[in-house]
């Protein structure tokens, strides 16, 4: 058994990721309200994110080199970030400094580079170092459940992460915030590599605002 897997996204009706006005309130309630206990985001979704909300050139405090003081019973979850490539070293301050982020988790593998691991041990992130060429998420997921007690990870990731969870199979839950709206070609699409068939079963269908539907699957083992 492992951590129980959800996928959390806002996509058009023609499963683009981008090209349309997502509500970031909405997309956010929804994913609180899953409770995670973790949020799984790649680096190349986390580098975008840096991108669009901050300043990239702001330097690091010297509080942002050691990390916080973690209360048990902080509700906050985790933040895990997939990042074998070592794409945001000297960026990770910005989620660490994020207002609904308990922690944050760097996972990484036997290829990753050796100037990031010093990056992250120097700056006092934790790190799973799991898998050979990329990271083996199904043994990361274990090991957050093994190291820091995650039941519930949520993933909160582009098209890349979360068609590679669908491949290695664990995936239980898809979340989805479906807009009115077809973004048409040229847009990055979810599902587009997720590998073979996969049969859902519908738990819920909700209607949000401006013409949103937000749909939950169960995947059938």
Do not use: W
Not at 75 to 95: C, E, M
Not at 176 to 203: D, N, T
């Amino acid at each position: 058994m492992h951590p129980e897997v959800i996928i959390h996204n806002s996509v058009s009706l023609d499963h683009a990721v981008r090209g349309f006005n997502i509500d970031l309130d909405l997309h956010y309630g929804a994913l609180l309200a899953l409770e995670p206990e973790a949020v799984f985001v790649g680096s190349a979704t986390a580098r975008s994110g840096i991108d669009m909300f901050h300043d990239i050139g702001k330097p690091e405090a010297e509080s942002d080199r050691h990390r916080p003081a973690v209360r048990p019973d902080d509700p906050r979850p985790l933040r895990a970030i997939v990042d074998s490539r070592g794409v945001l070293k000297n960026l990770l301050h910005f989620y660490r400094n994020m207002e609904h982020t308990r922690d944050v988790v760097v996972l990484v593998s036997e290829a990753t580079p050796g100037d990031y691991i010093d990056y992250l041990r120097e700056r006092e992130y934790p790190f799973i170092r799991c898998g050979a060429d990329r990271v083996d998420l199904r043994g990361a997921v274990r090991e957050l459940e093994e190291r820091f007690g995650v039941a519930r990870v949520v993933s909160d990731s582009g098209p890349d992460l979360n068609d590679a969870l669908i491949r290695e199979g664990i995936v239980d839950t898809i979340s989805l915030i479906v807009y009115p709206v077809i973004a048409g070609e040229g847009e990055k699409k979810l599902f587009g590599r997720a590998g073979g068939r996969v049969a859902l079963e519908l738990q819920t269908a909700v209607p949000m605002e401006s013409g949103a539907v937000h749909l939950m699957y169960t995947a059938k083992r």
